[in-house]
């Protein structure tokens, strides 16, 4: 596996910040406004950078962030953001699979943020952390931003991000108790608003895509755990066995315990 070198590799915040290369970047950065604003070089002009845009810059390029010349909606000024400097054939080698706009808006996603927090605390270790972990956590990192990116089409819309950020939420807490009330709140939006974005965007409403993916955990459960029907129901987020069976027996068209059995019996021919 070809090595990814990171060499910083944080959340910054600040009020106010000046980073600047003119001369060109000795490494490449990999950038995620996460709160407030700041203005970035993209294109040869300074852009205004909002929560949600990632910015990719390579070696050689020049580069000029700006922290605390402009006001957030709220009035408040400063800038919190993910990122990451880092060099190695790994980092050279993903560069060159895809051509990638230098600033791209991306939903919000839980576990990017995840990834990106567990890459900053390896590297944190005394030594920078194991080689081998790093470069792992960075590839990880890396493959997902590539479908954020590629999920919110360079015509991006509000409804595209409002939806790809309600399904994120879903599939975060899909085993929770969930209500629309809560898909809608995370998204800032109504209820009907929340409803209607979804259904636009996918072609499927909130609750049909919960209930298939609860349905697609309890059917991993049945065929690889040893817990009893009610268990699964519980760990899988649809309450009840009864629930579990009627909504498993229209999905699939034959029960849970009588998919186990079938299951189990491929399993051993």
Aim: aromatic fraction near 8%; proline fraction near 3%; glycine fraction near 8%.
């Amino acid at each position: 596996m070809k090595k990814i070198e990171v060499q910083l590799c944080d959340y910054s915040r600040h009020l106010e910040f000046r980073q600047s290369y003119p001369a060109g970047l000795d490494t490449y950065i990999v950038r995620l406004q996460a709160e407030g604003v700041s203005r970035a070089l993209v294109g040869g002009e300074l852009r205004e950078i909002v929560p949600g845009d990632l910015l990719l810059f390579k070696p050689g390029e020049p580069y000029e962030l700006r922290i605390g010349e402009t006001e957030t909606p709220a009035g408040a000024k400063g800038s919190g953001d993910y990122f990451i400097m880092c060099l190695g054939e790994g980092m050279d080698e993903w560069w060159e699979q895809r051509r990638r706009p230098t600033k791209s808006r991306i939903a919000e996603d839980g576990r990017i943020n995840a990834i990106w927090q567990q890459l900053i605390l390896e590297h944190r270790r005394l030594g920078g952390g194991d080689p081998e972990l790093i470069t792992l956590l960075a590839r990880t990192l890396l493959a997902m931003l590539d479908r954020a990116i590629a999920e919110v089409p360079e015509a991006r819309s509000a409804v595209a991000l409002h939806a790809l950020r309600m399904r994120s939420f879903i599939e975060n807490h899909s085993t929770e108790e969930l209500k629309l009330e809560d898909v809608a709140r995370d998204a800032q939006l109504s209820v009907s608003r929340a409803v209607h974005l979804f259904k636009e965007h996918f072609g499927i409403s909130i609750i049909a895509y919960l209930q298939q993916i609860r349905l697609a955990h309890a059917m991993n459960l049945l065929a690889y755990s040893q817990l009893s029907l009610e268990q699964i129901a519980a760990e899988s987020g649809l309450g009840s066995y009864a629930y579990l069976h009627r909504l498993f027996r229209a999905r699939y068209g034959l029960s849970p315990g009588a998919y186990r059995k079938k299951h189990r019996a491929a399993s051993h021919e």
